[in-house]
């Protein structure tokens, strides 16, 4: 059974860091994808090929699986939110000093 959590409408710092994380994984994780996908298609012919090519590739994968990733991805980001707040509230809740005074 997999439980997902609603961290849409939490607005705290700690929640919408975490929420930029998991979208930034899953971006790399769909860069990887479109790369891949791009790795694919012939360019052969008067227009294809060459550095500038490569380049363009390359920023147009990137930009595309970070557009991917912030409208909702595959939900690789929305499955890592309750791991990653869990993992923070432990690290918290294990910390001796959390909330103690440094002197």
């Known amino acids: 059974m997999m439980i997902t959590m609603n961290t849409t409408g939490d607005h705290t710092p700690a929640v919408q860091r975490a929420r930029q994380q998991a979208e930034e994984l899953e971006g790399v994780f769909l860069n990887t ?54 993992m923070q509230e432990a690290a918290q809740n294990n910390n001796p000093m959390n909330g103690a005074a440094i002197r």
């Not at 550095?51 to 699986?65: D, H, P």
């Open 33 to 86: 994808l479109v790369k891949e996908m791009f790795a694919g298609i012939k360019t052969d012919g008067a227009f294809g090929g060459g550095f500038g090519e490569e380049t363009w590739r390359s920023i147009q994968s990137e930009e595309l699986a970070n557009a991917m990733a912030k409208a909702g991805g595959l939900g690789i980001a929305d499955q890592m939110m309750g791991d990653l707040l869990a």
